[in-house]
């Protein structure tokens, strides 16, 4: 079961460039660091 929406799309151009490295950080503070990678995968750490 996956709990997660989407809050946003990464669309490639000159000056984003996969992959993209985020870092989530929740109401209690709590983190968590997502990767997007070219080929689309997606990874929460």
């Given at each position: 079961m996956?709990?997660?929406t989407d809050l946003l799309?990464?669309?490639e151009n000159d000056v984003?460039?996969?992959p993209v490295n985020m870092m989530?950080?929740?109401a209690r503070g709590e983190?968590?660091?997502v990767v997007?990678?070219?080929?689309g995968t997606q990874?929460?750490?």
């Amino acid at each position: 079961m996956n709990d997660f929406t989407d809050l946003l799309e990464h669309r490639e151009n000159d000056v984003f460039t996969l992959p993209v490295n985020m870092m989530v950080v929740d109401a209690r503070g709590e983190a968590a660091r997502v990767v997007i990678r070219a080929d689309g995968t997606q990874y929460l750490h």
